[in-house]
């Protein structure tokens, strides 16, 4: 007992000393915008002979950013050291670049691979909560953490399963195209189905926007733009127009300044939670993807 309580407190130091050691240092341009923007710009012009364009494969390199991909490097650190350093025994030589040009591309890299929450941009975030709720009138038809409207989606976790750059056209682009992780994929995204825009006017000259809730050959109803669910059958109304736009605005880099456009931004980039990482395929069973 005397000799195991001699050990444990001879390795307490090394333990220390190893846990301080593994703290990996977080990306100084973690955030960012224009880092990940810059990051971008030099990954294309220093990595694509390898790896592919945004993030897809190239001719002597894998993926960096692809769906179901295991990443064996999934840390700032662990991504700058591959940048930085290479990886040995690969064909990945040492970039050659710069410490904070490689800062950026590691930045990029991260951005490619998750979603708004796990690269949330700088800025005000309480600021940018009372423009949601405020000026920007967000929360008339959005719920965040179960406060809000009901004509839209739940933005509680928008930053979980969207890329920034989507969150940010969707704000200021009404045919913005959404990027997957592979990089490359993208998809217009159009207004869901669920969420049809559709303005009645009732026999009596009452006129409601909203969005279909539910329809059939002899009733109609409707979440309106008051937050009201309102219940018609087909003789009570005397027009039904379908909207081809979203009741989205997006124009909100014009009804903003830009600061406070930035503030609302990341005020959306952290509702929400991170994807658990996947795993590295490290084992007696397989080698983890690089």
Not at 41 to 61: K, M, P
Not at 103 to 132: C, M, S
Request: proline share 7%; aromatic share 6%.
């Amino acid at each position: 007992m005397i000799l195991m309580l001699i050990l444990a407190l001879a390795a307490a130091p090394v333990y220390a000393q190893r846990g301080r050691g593994n703290a990996a240092p977080a990306n100084p341009f973690a955030g960012s915008e224009q880092a990940v923007a810059e990051g971008r710009d030099l990954y294309n012009r220093s990595c694509t002979a390898c790896h592919g364009s945004e993030g897809t494969a190239g001719d002597r390199a894998p993926a960096l950013a692809m769906p179901g991909r295991r990443y064996l490097r999934q840390s700032d650190r662990d991504i700058f050291d591959a940048i930085e350093k290479g990886i040995p025994g690969t064909q990945m030589p040492p970039t050659g670049l710069a410490e904070n040009d490689a800062w950026k591309v590691a930045a990029y890299v991260r951005a490619l691979r998750g979603t708004a929450i796990d690269a949330p941009v700088k800025g005000n975030v309480a600021h940018g909560e009372q423009i949601f709720w405020s000026k920007g009138e967000c929360g008339n038809c959005h719920i965040v953490n179960g406060k809000g409207g009901l004509i839209g989606p739940d933005l509680s976790n928008v930053a979980g399963s969207r890329k920034l750059v989507s969150i940010r056209e969707a704000l200021t682009r009404a045919d913005h195209r959404v990027p997957g992780d592979g990089g490359r994929i993208e998809s217009v995204l159009y207004p869901l189905s669920s969420y049809k825009a559709v303005r009645v006017v009732t026999r009596d000259g009452k006129t409601i926007r909203g969005v279909i809730k539910n329809e059939d050959s002899f009733s109609l109803q409707i979440m309106g733009i008051d937050n009201a669910l309102h219940l018609f059958t087909r003789d009570e109304l005397r027009e039904v127009v379908e909207e081809p736009k979203s009741l989205m605005p997006t124009d909100y880099d014009k009804r903003l300044t830009p600061e406070e456009f930035q503030d609302l931004l990341a005020f959306l980039s952290r509702q929400g939670t991170s994807a658990p990482p996947a795993p590295t395929g490290r084992g007696p069973f397989g080698r983890g993807a690089e």
